[in-house]
């Protein structure tokens, strides 16, 4: 059961990629969620286009604990995973992680001020090109 605040990731130990929701798993493992949940339930290895996946749930405590928060500073996944998220200089991956996927408060928060800067910037190079 998931209690209000709580947040579930999903890992696979096989290769131990972990991502932000089940949700986002399947989006990007191209796997149905139905798959990743009944493979979470009975632990078994999971055999896809020649790959194979086993899941477990990652349960953190309440978001407003002092001892779970982090500091998201670099991608935790995806086409820029390990890239320090101030480096990033793609504005639509930014917006398309801002709209089509459920992530973390914390990490959505990080990419929406990325996105605003490099929009504050864009606004000020065509202004000096003006002047």
Do not use: H
């Not at 890992?11 to 131990?16: E, F, S």
């Amino acid at each position: 059961m998931r209690l209000k605040g709580e947040m579930i990731c999903v890992r696979d130990v096989l290769t131990g990629n972990q991502y932000e929701s089940i949700r986002l798993a399947s989006q990007m493992l191209k796997i149905s969620e139905y798959r990743i949940r009944k493979n979470i339930d009975s632990g078994k290895v999971l055999r896809d286009k020649g790959r194979a996946y086993k899941f477990v749930e990652v349960k953190y405590g309440n978001k407003s604990t002092k001892t779970n928060a982090y500091k998201v500073v670099k991608m935790p996944f995806g086409k820029y995973k390990g890239m320090a998220i101030s480096r990033m200089l793609d504005k639509n991956y930014l917006q398309w992680l801002l709209d089509k996927t459920n992530l973390d408060s914390r990490l959505k928060s990080k990419v929406r001020g990325r996105l605003r800067k490099l929009r504050e910037a864009t606004v000020v190079k065509k202004q000096n090109e003006w002047d």
